[in-house]
């Protein structure tokens, strides 16, 4: 099963989970239990330290991401 991080909306907790496709809709926060979270995008080339990785269609400048849709 692939692994996908989440970010929780309401605390702002990061977390990843081993989920299957389908049950990614099911994550909730582990640490304050919302539903309330967002996927990010794993597929990240460039991987710096402390996580910086921009995701999101604004403020994207140089578009070298390659987005490969669910
Ligand atoms: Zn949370």
């Known amino acids: 099963m692939p692994i ?3 970010k929780c909306e309401k605390c702002g907790h990061t977390f990843s989970v081993l ?4 049950e990614r809709d099911r994550v909730v926060c582990p ?3 919302s539903k309330d979270v967002r996927q990010l995008i794993s597929a ?7 996580g910086g990785c921009s995701t999101g269609s604004a ?3 140089s578009g070298s991401g390659a987005w490969r849709g669910g």
């Open 4 to 6: 996908y991080d989440f």
């Open 19 to 22: 989920t299957s496709y389908q």
């Open 31 to 33: 640490q304050c239990r």
């Open 44 to 50: 990240c080339a460039v991987r710096t330290k402390g």
């Open 59 to 61: 403020g994207a400048g």
